[in-house]
C-alpha cells in the first residue's frame, strides 16, 4: 500500500478551473443572439491579438511556445482563437447568407484558419494547429462545401500534417509514441 500523499493543489487548481468554467457557460447561455452576433464580428481580431501575444510573451514548456504567464496561473491565448474562429465565421456565414453574392465557405474559413494556424506553429504546437484545422474542417462540413472540396482539402492536410511530423525530431517522438507507448527510445 502507498503511504505517500499526493499533493493537494493541482486537485484544487483543476476544480477552481472547472467551478469558473461552469459559470462561465452558464453566462454564455444568458448572452443573447445579437451580442454573439456583435462578439463574432470582432472575435477575429481578438484571437490575431491573442495568438500575437503569445508570439511575443509566450512562455516555452515542453518544446512549445504556447502559453502566457498570468499570476498564478497561465493562459493559452489559442484557446480564444479557437472561439474567435467559429464565432467570425458563424458571423460571415449569416452575413453571406443574406446577401445576393453567394460566397464560398471555403474564402471564408480558408484564410482565417490559415493565419491562425501559421501563428499558432510559429510556437510550435502542432497539436493546437490540428485542432484549429480540425474546427475549420467541421465548420465546411456544416456550412456546405462540395465533397470534392472536402476530399481534396483532406488530402492536402494530411499530406501537410506528414511533413511537419517529418521535419521536427520531437514530433516523429510523440507520433511514434502514439503508435507504440513501449518503445525504448519514446
Known amino acids: ?16 478551473f472547472v467551478l469558473v468554467g461552469l459559470g462561465l ?83 471564408v474559413v480558408g484564410p482565417i484558419a490559415g493565419v491562425f494556424m501559421v501563428l499558432i506553429l510559429i510556437g510550435k504546437d502542432l497539436g493546437t494547429a490540428l485542432i484549429i484545422a480540425g474546427i475549420s474542417f467541421c465548420l465546411l462540413i456544416i456550412a456546405g462545401l462540395r465533397s470534392a472540396y472536402i476530399l481534396g482539402i483532406t488530402g492536402i492536410g494530411v499530406a501537410g500534417l506528414l511533413g511537419l511530423v517529418l521535419t521536427q525530431p520531437n514530433r516523429m517522438r510523440r507520433f511514434k509514441a502514439l503508435l507504440d507507448p513501449f518503445a525504448p527510445e519514446v
Do not use: D, H
Open 25 to 107: 457557460g452558464y453566462l454564455a447561455l444568458k448572452v443573447s443572439f445579437e451580442r454573439w452576433e456583435t462578439l463574432g464580428r470582432y472575435s477575429f481580431i481578438f484571437g490575431l491579438l491573442a495568438l500575437c501575444a503569445t508570439i511575443i510573451f509566450g512562455r516555452e514548456v515542453n518544446g512549445n511556445k504556447n502559453w502566457i504567464p498570468v499570476g498564478p496561473f497561465t493562459i493559452q491565448p489559442s484557446e480564444f482563437a479557437k472561439l474567435a474562429l467559429i464565432l467570425f465565421c458563424a458571423f460571415q456565414f449569416k452575413k453571406s447568407s443574406k446577401s445576393s453574392v453567394i460566397v464560398s465557405p471555403l474564402l
Open 1 to 16: 500500500m502507498c503511504t505517500e500523499r499526493k499533493p493537494v493543489r493541482p486537485r484544487i487548481k483543476q476544480l477552481v
